[in-house]
T-cell receptor
Framework: GQNIDQPTEMTATEGAIVQINCTYQTSGFNGLFWYQQHAGEAPTFLSYNVLDGLEEKGRFSSFLSRSKGYSYLLLKELQMKDSASYLCAVKMDSNYQLIWGAGTKLIIKP | EAGVTQFPSHSVIEKGQTVTLRCDPISGHDNLYWYRRVMGKEIKFLLHFVKESKQDESGMPNNRFLAERTGGTYSTLKVQPAELEDSGVYFC????????????????FGPGTRLTVL
């Protein structure tokens, strides 16, 4: 079966840094996505990692290690608007569907 | 550029009734996907269109669900007859490509249709 694990909830302070981890065990791999989702809204694309290493985009960075089945999303200079759920999803190479983690609810406190 | 749109945003129906959800993908995106999130669970894949053809419908739960994409533009997802367990949020996504391992594979999501079956 396919399995993607991420913490259910995390709390961080405004202005700080937080790292959200995602581990996966899937029968195939064609890339890993991170999405942000505010309650009642569409998942919004944040990053796409295909190769090992760190991808940086502004305040957000995403890391991938395919050999370890591991990724993380790093958020710097946290703002209150970053309070949301962060979803990790693996794209399968057999049929390109996304296999999703349950999401990590990030709570930012002043 | 307009994003993925879905209609309706909410639908409340009784068990046994029929509901049709609509998705308009980003213009020019050949790939269209349907996903569903039931309460407390992770998002699950339903099916994938490439233009008007069903590329993969392995996630469709049963034959009460029928998806179409006539003309390769917008898509509809019909549930007939609806059951209580069909309640959830139905997301549609589209992408330019699907297997190139580039940013063009990125799936962009609509706001979802929240379906409640009573």
């Amino acid at each position: 079966g396919q399995n993607i694990d991420q913490p259910t909830e995390m709390t961080a302070t405004e202005g700080a840094i937080v790292q959200i981890n995602c581990t996966y065990q899937t029968s195939g791999f064609n890339g890993l996505f991170w999405y942000q989702q505010h309650a009642g809204e569409a998942p919004t694309f944040l990053s796409y990692n295909v190769l090992d290493g760190l991808e940086e985009k502004g305040r957000f960075s995403s890391f991938l290690s395919r050999s370890k089945g591991y990724s993380y999303l790093l958020l710097k200079e946290l703002q209150m608007k970053d309070s949301a759920s962060y979803l990790c999803a693996v794209k399968m190479d057999s049929n390109y569907q996304l296999i999703w983690g349950a999401g990590t609810k990030l709570i930012i406190k002043p | 550029e307009a994003g993925v749109t879905q209609f309706p945003s909410h639908s409340v129906i009784e068990k046994g009734q029929t509901v049709t959800l609509r998705c308009d993908p980003i213009s020019g995106h050949d790939n269209l996907y349907w996903y569903r999130r039931v309460m407390g669970k992770e998002i699950k894949f339903l099916l994938h269109f490439v233009k008007e053809s069903k590329q993969d419908e392995s996630g469709m739960p049963n034959n009460r669900f029928l998806a179409e994409r006539t003309g390769g533009t917008y898509s509809t997802l019909k549930v007939q007859p609806a059951e209580l367990e069909d309640s959830g949020v139905y997301f549609c996504a589209s992408s330019l490509t699907s297997g190139r391992r580039t940013r063009a594979d990125t799936q962009y999501f609509g706001p979802g249709t929240r379906l409640t079956v009573l």
